[in-house]
């Protein structure tokens, strides 16, 4: 199952670096409504405030037709962000997260919420973890460092990452106690699946793809027109009541035969050279062949006993659950997904693959819904909730090193 998920105020890493070399984040910025704000939780902030900046200014150029990196000697300060310029943009909302920060604290405390013991441990035991783990690039190759080298590098201290994901979690008690069930201003459950069911859809999809035995890409009209055929008979198999699963699976044993086919051709081609064997040569290796007869008898006994016993077979959801604002694998592809009828189907000729799709009622899944019934919610009242917060936090009363705030200005910031 995939599905789409709004990462609200996360930080990459990978992408910045403070051009402040060893700055440690023990120092205090100073206080907001009274509560400390550590060097560390503003860095953390204040990267996130870029990364919002920066996605919002590579929507601009794609807009365009470009990208940064399409541009010579590229700098995100030459954008505006919501009509503003790059840098003001960031430091104001930098500072409007630290005052959401500091006004989440307060409503917690205020309406007698509480953490239990056991959600404090798992905040640290979750931030000792992932501050010993390795960075990968894209999830496959390390890059020699952990998580924790790099944000310590940035500034950011585990003490204020663990600051920050304590609060997370209070947001998220605060946030229940807003718009889930019995809350301040509950949501309507009908109103939760509406959403659910008007902006996801339920897909079985079979993405055939336009290669061989080999790897390589067929070109040829004849060959296309073979795949494409067989794209076309599983869109029939399952739009006439076939278990998708099966066909799913068969697929899967197709191109495995297909590999297999190859992977002999190119083993036969490979032994053909060696066809004019020494006669003498062959005649002993007859002798040694049979003189092992009994050894190989005992070991295919010793096989079939261990092949006997069966594995039981891992189950796997191969339906996916897809957002009408996803663009993976393309805008285009989605668009027309969503313009299917459910129970119906078609196939998507791509460069290189044929996705099979036929789309199914959302709700019949009860699982997905409970599943994500939360991450749906805060879909649904994240923004509205970051207002509550601002109109909380309006009037707090800023006590913040002048200094401070100049060490940490968006241009000191290395991109």
Request: net charge negative.
């Given at each position: 199952?995939?599905?789409?998920?709004?990462?609200?105020?996360?930080?990459?890493?990978?992408?910045?670096?403070?051009?402040?070399?060893?700055?440690?984040?023990?120092?205090?910025?100073?206080?907001?409504?009274?509560t400390?704000?550590?060097?560390?939780?503003?860095?953390?902030?204040?990267?996130?405030?870029?990364?919002?900046?920066?996605?919002?200014?590579?929507?601009?150029?794609?807009?365009?037709?470009?990208?940064?990196?399409?541009?010579?000697?590229?700098?995100?300060?030459?954008?505006?962000?919501?009509?503003?310029?790059?840098?003001?943009?960031?430091?104001?909302?930098?500072?409007?997260?630290?005052?959401?920060?500091?006004?989440?604290?307060?409503?917690?405390?205020?309406m007698?919420?509480?953490?239990?013991?056991?959600?404090?441990?798992?905040?640290?035991?979750?931030?000792?973890?992932?501050?010993?783990?390795?960075?990968?690039?894209?999830?496959?190759?390390?890059?020699?460092?952990?998580?924790?080298?790099?944000?310590?590098?940035?500034?950011?201290?585990?003490?204020?990452?663990?600051?920050v994901?304590?609060?997370?979690?209070?947001?998220?008690?605060?946030?229940?106690?807003?718009?889930?069930?019995?809350?301040?201003?509950?949501?309507d459950?009908?109103?939760?699946?509406?959403?659910?069911?008007?902006?996801?859809?339920?897909?079985?999809?079979?993405?055939?793809?336009?290669?061989?035995g080999?790897?390589?890409?067929?070109?040829?009209?004849?060959?296309?027109?073979?795949?494409?055929?067989?794209?076309?008979?599983?869109l029939?198999?399952?739009?006439?009541?076939?278990?998708?699963?099966?066909?799913?699976?068969?697929?899967?044993?197709?191109?495995?035969?297909?590999?297999?086919?190859?992977?002999?051709?190119?083993?036969a081609?490979?032994?053909?050279?060696?066809?004019?064997?020494?006669?003498?040569?062959?005649?002993?290796?007859?002798?040694?062949?049979?003189?092992?007869?009994?050894?190989?008898?005992?070991?295919?006994?010793?096989?079939?006993?261990?092949?006997?016993?069966e594995?039981?077979?891992?189950?796997?959801?191969?339906?996916?659950?897809?957002a009408?604002?996803?663009?993976?694998?393309?805008?285009?592809?989605?668009?027309?997904?969503?313009?299917?009828?459910e129970?119906?189907?078609?196939?998507?000729?791509?460069?290189?693959?044929?996705?099979?799709?036929?789309?199914?009622?959302?709700?019949?899944?009860?699982?997905?819904?409970?599943?994500?019934?939360?991450?749906?919610?805060?879909?649904?009242?994240?923004?509205?909730?970051?207002?509550?917060?601002?109109?909380?936090?309006?009037?707090?009363?800023?006590?913040?090193?002048?200094?401070?705030?100049?060490?940490?200005?968006?241009?000191?910031?290395?991109?």
């Amino acid at each position: 199952m995939k599905i789409f998920k709004k990462i609200i105020a996360a930080v990459c890493a990978v992408a910045v670096a403070l051009s402040v070399a060893g700055c440690a984040d023990v120092s205090t910025m100073g206080s907001i409504n009274g509560t400390e704000i550590k060097a560390g939780v503003y860095l953390w902030y204040e990267l996130a405030a870029i990364q919002e900046a920066n996605t919002e200014v590579e929507e601009q150029l794609s807009e365009m037709g470009t990208s940064s990196s399409q541009i010579e000697n590229f700098s995100y300060f030459n954008y505006n962000v919501q009509e503003k310029p790059y840098s003001q943009y960031v430091e104001e909302r930098t500072l409007e997260f630290i005052k959401q920060y500091v006004a989440v604290q307060k409503k917690f405390e205020e309406m007698g919420l509480t953490l239990t013991d056991e959600e404090k441990a798992e905040v640290k035991t979750n931030a000792k973890d992932f501050w010993a783990s390795e960075m990968t690039y894209y999830g496959y190759y390390s890059l020699g460092i952990t998580y924790g080298e790099q944000y310590e590098s940035l500034g950011v201290s585990r003490q204020s990452y663990e600051s920050v994901m304590m609060v997370r979690k209070m947001y998220n008690k605060l946030f229940d106690a807003y718009y889930d069930e019995n809350g301040v201003t509950a949501t309507d459950e009908k109103d939760i699946e509406t959403y659910f069911n008007d902006n996801y859809g339920r897909f079985q999809v079979i993405q055939v793809s336009l290669t061989d035995g080999y790897g390589d890409t067929i070109e040829s009209d004849e060959g296309k027109a073979e795949v494409k055929a067989l794209a076309d008979g599983y869109l029939e198999r399952i739009k006439s009541g076939e278990d998708y699963d099966a066909v799913y699976h068969d697929y899967e044993e197709y191109v495995a035969e297909q590999k297999a086919k190859a992977e002999a051709e190119e083993a036969a081609a490979d032994t053909s050279s060696d066809a004019s064997t020494d006669s003498s040569a062959s005649d002993e290796s007859s002798t040694d062949t049979a003189s092992s007869d009994d050894t190989s008898s005992d070991t295919s006994d010793d096989t079939t006993s261990s092949g006997s016993e069966e594995a039981e077979e891992e189950e796997h959801d191969h339906e996916f659950l897809i957002a009408k604002s996803d663009t993976s694998p393309s805008e285009e592809l989605i668009k027309w997904m969503f313009e299917l009828k459910e129970n119906d189907g078609g196939v998507y000729e791509d460069e290189t693959v044929y996705y099979v799709v036929v789309r199914r009622p959302l709700l019949e899944r009860e699982d997905w819904y409970l599943e994500n019934r939360l991450d749906i919610l805060h879909e649904m009242k994240d923004e509205e909730f970051e207002e509550v917060l601002n109109e909380i936090a309006k009037d707090y009363p800023m006590d913040l090193s002048q200094a401070s705030l100049d060490m940490y200005k968006p241009e000191k910031i290395k991109q």
